[in-house]
């Protein structure tokens, strides 16, 4: 069973993104139009829908998976998942994208500071470095 803090801490990270993933239907999806860089050879309503569900299940599972080895696969998606939005957020910033309130590069350079912080958050929370360790080792 995996400690409180970390327990405590995979809720909220999974409570936090299905609100982010609903956000993404509904009210703020103008603003995560914003995150969508033009690159990205998709319909951006299209993208910004798909990422809304790719969260609402990711944050769902992250409420459910409580036994290895499904939590620490959770807590590697949930990763994966921080770092595949990333460049939407380095194209807010370059682009000079105002959503969210960030209407200033600092403010934009700031949240970019952070994603690092969801990463290791998802990975800590589900304890998916540990577990992948251990098994490593076991395997030796």
């Known amino acids: 069973m995996p400690s409180s803090l970390r327990a405590a801490l995979q809720?909220?990270?999974?409570?936090?993104?299905v609100l982010a993933g609903t956000a993404h239907l509904t009210f703020a999806r103008t603003d995560f139009r914003a995150q969508v860089p033009p690159w990205i050879p998709m319909d951006v309503?299209?993208?910004?829908?798909?990422?809304?569900?790719?969260?609402?299940?990711?944050?769902?599972?992250?409420?459910?998976?409580?036994?290895?080895?499904?939590?620490?696969?959770?807590?590697?998606?949930?990763?994966?998942?921080?770092?595949?939005?990333?460049?939407?957020n380095i194209a807010q910033f370059t682009e000079h994208r105002d959503a969210f309130g960030l209407t200033s590069d600092t403010?934009?350079?700031?949240?970019?500071?952070?994603?690092?912080?969801l990463v290791?958050?998802?990975?800590?929370?589900?304890?998916?470095?540990?577990?992948?360790?251990r098994r490593r080792d076991q395997r030796s």
């Open 107 to 117: 403010s934009r350079a700031v949240r970019l500071l952070f994603q690092p912080v």
């Open 45 to 88: 309503d299209l993208v910004v829908l798909v990422s809304g569900v790719v969260e609402i299940c990711c944050g769902a599972a992250l409420l459910l998976a409580w036994r290895q080895p499904h939590r620490a696969t959770v807590g590697g998606i949930v990763a994966l998942l921080f770092i595949a939005v990333f460049p939407g």
């Open 11 to 17: 809720v909220l990270l999974g409570t936090f993104l």
């Open 120 to 133: 290791l958050w998802a990975l800590w929370c589900t304890d998916a470095v540990g577990w992948w360790r």
